[in-house]
């Protein structure tokens, strides 16, 4: 039986041969005389698990709030405790410190929606997002939508006395698209009603243009799409769990999440950097004893 690490540590395991990365947990330090072991969760890619070769090729990274920490490593061999299987992985030397990328982090306490996500779900671009994202966008619109398609169902009835006495055949395409719309309605219902169940709340404690740290009292996966107001904006990120600990001191949430961004849109990096350091100007604003707000 695994002696469990209390804060959930992510790693990445980058095969230098093939050029892939995984990620997976720590579940274990151990330390044997000079040397240091880890055991990690099995890799899991696309539904099954992931076998890698037991080599010495490997690079391991994980992060604190300023760094990545880097090492190579190699495979020990595969176990199973509990039934679980765990890999059991040899670090081969001191790693290397890698600088990250500075952001400036704004405090602010806020309620937001969050979701697990998976691998297998689409990743947020440049070009556009994810099918379910816009979805969950045009909730406000496909609810005032069904009213306008309603009303419009209404008048097509009323109209189709008329339509009886010029086309019949029209009247038949009429009804018909009408019940294709009813369907419709009725599919994006669903489908909001089944993106609302999964949906999970978070409490945030601060937010960067890299990641945020938050609380939930919600169960976390290594993965997560968080949905962030800013302003009349809506931020759709997804960012990898750097760590979540179980906060017994905390009477109100149950953990206390890191979270680092890796998936967003150009236009939301800039949109939330405008939003931190405009809010950070009115905040001085307000100091000064002025009321203006600079947030557009």
Known sequence: MLNKLEINISIKIKDSDNNIEYTTK???IEKVEDDTYIYVDFIISEGRYVKLEKTDKYLISFMDEKSIYEFKAS???YIKIDKLPYMKIKILDKGTRLQRREYYRLKIEKEFNFINI???????TDEGISKT??????IDEELIRRDEELIRRDEELIRRDEELIRRDEEITKTDEELIKTGEEISKTDEEISKMMKNMLTGYSIDICAGGMMFYTNDKIDEKIRI???LGDYLLIAEGDIVSCIDDINNMKYTYTVRCQFTETTKEGEDKLIKFIFSEERRRASISKGSKENYYE
């Open 227 to 229: 949905f962030y107001k």
């Open 133 to 138: 994202d816009e979805e969950l966008i045009r």
């Open 118 to 124: 998976t691998d297998e779900e689409l990743i947020i």
């Open 26 to 28: 720590i579940e274990e």
């Open 75 to 77: 495979i020990i061999k």
